[in-house]
């Protein structure tokens, strides 16, 4: 069984940075598509980034040039590399992975505010 376990959340001022992480475990990583999401307050989840098992990348148009998705098959992680951070960038954000079926992370919260 996949698990996915996200960390690196927390409070950043505006203009800020943050990385997030997603530890995987359960399944060969390499052949897993994954992706990060976050859910506002409210609002319905939406993608932020998803990278594929051959690092193709794409991107919300809301975060391209601000957010960098990458992947380590070697330590089994995506991470989220968040800069220039504004507060329409608070929710909590969720690590999924993806091949015949999706798992979900319980996700982290990251609030931008002054």
């Known amino acids: 069984q996949v698990q996915l376990v996200e960390s690196g959340g927390g409070l950043v001022q505006p203009g800020g940075s943050l990385r997030l992480s997603c530890a995987f475990s359960?399944?060969?990583?390499?052949?897993?598509?994954m992706g990060w999401y976050r859910q506002a307050p409210g609002k319905q989840r939406e993608l932020v980034a998803a990278?594929?098992?051959?690092?193709?990348?794409n991107y919300a148009d809301s975060v391209k040039g601000r957010f960098t998705i990458s992947r380590d098959n070697a330590k089994r992680t995506v991470y989220l590399q968040m800069n220039s951070l504004k507060p329409e960038d608070t929710a909590v954000y969720y690590c999924?992975?993806?091949?015949?079926?999706?798992?979900w992370g319980q996700g982290t919260q990251v609030t931008v505010s002054s």
């Open positions: 999924n992975a993806a091949r015949t079926q999706a798992y």
């Open positions: 359960g399944s060969i990583f390499s052949m897993y598509a």
């Open positions: 990278i594929t098992s051959s690092s193709s990348r």
